[in-house]
């Protein structure tokens, strides 16, 4: 109701949306420093392999080198140019991260969605179901399953996407669970709705905030995982990732050789992403809770009315609108 | 429409079946008005959900049948019910503004409906059909891509109306469409329907328990009190000759304009909890005209005239509700009788003392039996 004196024209309303949750980025310094980084690795992964042309063969250059202008992080034991093999890693680590959580999120909000909305025996079901993957040791898990798919890109994706889902499922049949007692789907299925497309239609959009929020954390919770799942050998076999070249550097005895530029580098790496992905999901808390949003500018706002400013009366209303820095300059001249 | 003998129970927490609706009988004649009224708690609301199938988990119909051109519509199935929703009875929810979703285009919402029930409309044609809709309940047609939120609470109601009306239905029910709705709007709202009823000869059914409201916009009404039939007729035979006490009661809770400036009676009491049912006829320990009788015995329907149907003891073969004093009082009736007449404060009563029918701003909510799920 009160919303009509901010009606813009209609065709604003979802680049409004944008807009504020980019202002919401741009007023949080952590959230800003996390889409930078973001954006750098981003940049990289799309860009950077046409800049850098292929990962060397084998023996292309003198194994073990350390860093110069030629080699910027040195090569491995078998010669291959390590800048260049942290270039292409960057691609398919943030690629595993995105398709892995995109998965998940799908079979998660799928899940937790049905279970929610349909609740009784389908609900009692879905959460055992749930609940089963969601008490395995994601790691050891991940390990079971990656030895025995093989150790391919898909596979990893697949094992990743399969471990991810159960804490999606749960948060999301939550939520579902007070949106499925709003009214609108009463309404909905008063106007012959089929499950199905209530849950489509009304309960996903109401959802998506969240299942979004979610995939911020899911996929660098993947990528940590496929970071893992590589170093500990059964990671993809035929791409390089920052995990692979943590594993081969470790294998070839970096640390003892003194090879610093041959861990680091990935090392720091998954470090910045896993951390770019946390702060943003910090973020789309605040966007996705206009609680918390205003909460917070109320209290940095030193522009406050100033009561004893105003003449000793308690409450006085100038105009209809809230007041504004400029209501007040009138008033105090 | 028909519904006859509908009795709806629910499951109560402890397992005991509630009559919400006990053995409720009224039709609605195509392109007729038909006025819903009672206090809050005394089954309206859950007679439409009953019609419309949308009681709660722990509701259902009884016994009693609900019929719809002929077609017996409870005894369809499922999938074959769905179908004929919104086709047949729209409903406008009890505080419709909640009904839509926040994070959907209103224009979109409104095709929604026609896009379920005929599925080979084209994106172009649902477009235009909203934009029809759009204009007959008074909203400019461009508005169809903003959001809820960007609506006041009139124009959110004339939403609902036009999504009421996007499969062309032949019966509306309008759970007390203009409850939270300022005056004005109100006013606005019900003229709306009122044209659109005459426009496209909608038959509608309004659930209210504002009498000024059916009085205006109803050809009949049906006075339910807890959960049965007390009275019904067309407006003017309940207006000018109320048989029930419950309904004179309820017509004197409505201040009159043109009157002397006094306080409306009200009716003492509130309507009995449909857990712990009253013995014999429901109203009796409000009532001023209550005899031994009314303690022991449920009334039974009588006919008196055209249409109009009563429950009440005290209502004489000829169609005359008998005056207090000519009748054996029981001892409260008659101190309400008494304190009636004299117009002294009601005196305490069992029951806690309240002006029930006189707060226009009483929900059902708080008596919604979904709340005990």
Known sequence: ?333 | MEVRDLVVEFTMGDGRPARAVDGISFEVDAGEAVGLVGESGCGKTTTALAITRLLPDNGRIASGSIWFDGEELSALDPDAFRRRRWTDVSIIFQGAMNALNPVRRVGDQVAEPMRIHEPTLTQAAALARVADLFEMVGISPERRREYPHQFSGGMRQRVMIAMALACRPRLVIGDEPTTALDVMVQAQILELMERLRRDLGLAIILITHDLSVVAETCDRAVVMYAGQLAETGSVSQLHDRPLHPYSVRLLGSVPDIRGARILPEGIPGQPPSPDAPVPGCRFHPRCDHAMSMCVTDAPGERAFGAGHRVACHAVTDEGRLRRPSELPLLPSAALMATAAATGADVPPADTPVLAAAADPLDDDADRDPRVTR
Not at chain 1, 171 to 198: H, K, N, P, W
Request: cysteine-free; proline content about 5%; charged content about 15%.
């Open chain 1, 1 to 333: 109701m009160t919303a009509v004196s901010t009606a813009a024209p209609g065709r604003r309303g979802r680049r409004h949306a944008w807009y504020d949750s980019w202002a919401v980025i741009r007023g949080n310094r952590q959230s800003l420093l996390g889409v930078v980084i973001l954006t750098a690795f981003v940049l990289i992964a799309v860009l950077g392999p046409f800049l850098v042309g292929p990962i060397d063969k084998a023996a292309a250059n003198k194994p073990l080198l350390s860093p110069s202008m030629a080699h910027l992080f040195g090569t491995d034991r078998s010669g291959r140019d390590l800048f260049v093999t942290n270039i292409w890693a960057t691609r398919i680590s943030l690629l595993v991260g995105l398709v892995a959580s995109l998965l998940s999120m799908i079979i998660g909000a799928g899940i937790g969605i049905s279970a929610g909305y349909l609740g009784g025996r389908w609900d009692a079901w879905l959460m055992r179901f749930t609940d089963f993957f969601y008490v395995l040791p994601t790691l050891v898990l991940a390990l079971v399953l990656a030895a025995v798919l093989g150790p391919s890109l898909t596979n990893v994706i697949i094992v990743i996407a399969i471990t991810a889902w159960p804490a999606t499922a749960r948060v999301i049949r939550s939520q579902t669970l007070t949106i499925r007692e709003r009214m609108f789907v009463d309404r909905a299925r008063a106007t012959g709705a089929s499950s199905l497309r209530i849950m489509r239609r009304q309960v996903l959009p109401n959802v998506f905030g969240l299942v979004l929020a979610n995939t911020t954390l899911t996929i660098a919770e993947a990528i940590f995982l496929e970071t893992t799942l590589s170093f500990l050998g059964v990671g993809p076999k035929d791409s390089y990732s920052w995990g692979r070249i943590l594993d081969e550097s470790f294998a070839a005895g970096a640390l003892t050789l003194g090879k610093w530029a041959w861990f680091v580098p990935p090392g720091v790496a998954v470090v910045l992403v896993v951390l770019a992905f946390t702060l943003i999901g910090a973020a789309f808390d605040e966007i996705l809770d206009p609680r918390l949003r205003r909460r917070k500018r109320g209290a940095a706002d030193p522009g406050g009315p100033d009561v004893t400013a105003a003449g000793g009366s308690l409450l006085s209303i100038e105009s209809p609108s809230v007041p504004t820095s400029e209501s007040f300059d009138r008033r105090g001249g």
